[in-house]
Structures are given as C-alpha cells and as structure tokens.
C-alpha cells in the first residue's frame, strides 16, 4: 500500500461533522485514513463509505477483529462492502481467525493488518510475550501488511526483522503516546498518528510539523 507522507490519520473522532471539519482542512496531505470504533459507533459504518467518497482515500477499517473464524468473516465481509480497502485484525487470536479474514479479503480484492504488538503499557502484561510469535505466524501465513509499537522501537525492529524488507509496517504511538516519527520510519513504512493532529489548536501547522520532521 502507498501512503501519502507517510502518515495515516486515526480519524477517532466522534461525529461526521468533526470528522468533515478537520478533513476539509487537512485532506489535501493525506491519502490513507484509519477508521475505529469511535467513528463507526457513533455514525454507523456509512462513516467509512462517507469519507471514502468524499475525500477520495483509501481506508483502513480498525475493528482489531478478535473472534471465531466464522464471526471474523462476517466482520470483514461486512466492514469490506461498506468501502473499506483494508482491516486490522488480531493475531493472538490464532491463524483460523486470521484466515477467515484473509478469505474474505482476497475475495473482495482487499487488504489486512495483522497486530502484533500494541503500543500501550499494558500491551507489555499479556501481548508482548507472544508479539514476535504473532509475527512469525503472520509470514507463515503469507501476510504482507503488519501493525507494531513505535513506542518501543527495538520491538518494531525485531518485528520488522522477522516480518523482513518487503513486508508492509504501519505503526502507531507516534507524538501524544511519546513515540518519535523519524525514528520511527527506520524501521515503519508509514505511522498512524491521531491526536496530535486532530487535538492541535492547528491541524495543518501540525501535520505540516510532523512531514518536515521526517523529511529532514
Ligand atoms: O495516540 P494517537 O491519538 O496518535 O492514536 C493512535 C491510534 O492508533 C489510535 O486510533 C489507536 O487506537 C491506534 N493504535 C494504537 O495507538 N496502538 C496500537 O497498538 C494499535 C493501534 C491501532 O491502530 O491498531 C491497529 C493499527
């Protein structure tokens, strides 16, 4: 996947109307936007479909989808024919899981995220044991799109090792959560970064900030 600066907004907030204010002012330095929970629960998945068509991007549906295979592929079935060009989905729920989405993706011409290791300080608790397996798993599978920490970034550089060169590593945790987007992008494709964008008093001076920093 190609991502516009490298930067792909995490568009958590709660209303189209919000979600339209900031887009008018900033769409014209992104092409790739991630979509949650909180958008889709507040506004329904129309949301994805919305800002995919009115802002011509490509979006990246965050669900984390963690269930039984046969669920998953609902989720993703459903998540894809609203518009959606990829899907995050969780590793530690076990290849079949991971499967079901794949299916459903290939079927549709779409795309997952395998998630590795999450950014947080808990992740360290229950996930980070298992996050360089889940890596593994993912190129067992044939995975090309993974998501891991930047506020760890000697684990993003061991998933980036296991996952190898040509893989594709988005990673969040950049700016509020304290992770560093040049340093970062040694071993990420690209980062997602959402509050310190669409929490700045200005977005563009912002994101204008964020894309200097990384290309000098
Ligand atoms: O900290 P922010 O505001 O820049 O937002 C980061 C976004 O990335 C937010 O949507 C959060 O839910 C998501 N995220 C993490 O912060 N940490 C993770 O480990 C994983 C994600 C995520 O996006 O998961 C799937 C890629």
């Given at each position: 996947?190609?991502?516009?600066?490298?930067?792909?907004?995490?568009?958590?907030?709660?209303?189209?109307?919000?979600?339209?204010?900031?887009?008018?002012?900033?769409?014209?330095?992104?092409?790739?936007?991630?979509?949650?929970?909180?958008?889709?629960?507040?506004?329904?998945?129309?949301?994805?479909?919305?800002?995919?068509?009115?802002?011509?991007?490509?979006?990246?549906?965050?669900?984390?989808?963690?269930?039984?295979?046969?669920?998953?592929?609902?989720?993703?079935?459903?998540?894809?024919?609203?518009?959606?060009?990829?899907?995050?989905?969780?590793?530690?729920?076990?290849?079949?899981?991971?499967?079901?989405?794949?299916?459903?993706?290939?079927?549709?011409?779409?795309?997952?995220?395998?998630?590795?290791?999450?950014?947080?300080?808990?992740?360290?608790q229950f996930?980070?044991?298992v996050s360089?397996?889940?890596?593994?798993?993912?190129?067992?599978?044939?995975?090309?799109?993974?998501?891991?920490?930047?506020?760890?970034?000697?684990?993003?550089?061991?998933?980036?090792?296991?996952?190898?060169?040509?893989?594709?590593?988005?990673?969040?945790?950049?700016?509020?959560?304290?992770?560093?987007?040049?340093?970062?992008?040694?071993?990420?494709?690209?980062?997602?970064?959402?509050?310190?964008?669409?929490?700045?008093?200005?977005?563009?001076?912002?994101?204008?900030?964020?894309?200097?920093?990384?290309?000098?």
């Open positions: 996947m190609e991502v516009k600066n490298k930067i792909i907004l995490a568009l958590d907030v709660l209303s189209m109307d919000q979600a339209r204010e900031l887009l008018d002012e900033i769409s014209d330095y992104l092409d790739t936007i991630k979509i949650g929970y909180p958008l889709v629960l507040a506004e329904g998945l129309e949301a994805v479909t919305q800002v995919k068509e009115e802002y011509q991007c490509k979006i990246i549906t965050d669900f984390k989808v963690a269930d039984i295979p046969a669920t998953n592929q609902k989720i993703a079935n459903v998540t894809f024919q609203a518009g959606a060009d990829a899907l995050i989905v969780h590793g530690f729920v076990g290849p079949d899981s991971v499967a079901s989405c794949v299916e459903s993706a290939e079927k549709q011409g779409k795309e997952v995220f395998l998630l590795t290791e999450m950014s947080h300080p808990g992740a360290s996930l980070q044991p360089m397996d889940i890596a593994h798993m993912g190129v067992e599978m044939g995975i090309q799109n993974y998501v891991g920490p930047s506020t760890r970034l000697d684990r993003l550089e061991k998933i980036r090792s296991i996952i190898g060169k040509d893989s594709f590593l988005i990673s969040p945790g950049v700016g509020t959560q304290g992770g560093d987007p040049k340093d970062t992008l040694k071993f990420a494709d690209a980062l997602i970064i959402g509050r310190s964008i669409y929490l700045a008093p200005d977005p563009v001076e912002s994101l204008e900030s964020i894309i200097d920093s990384i290309e000098f």
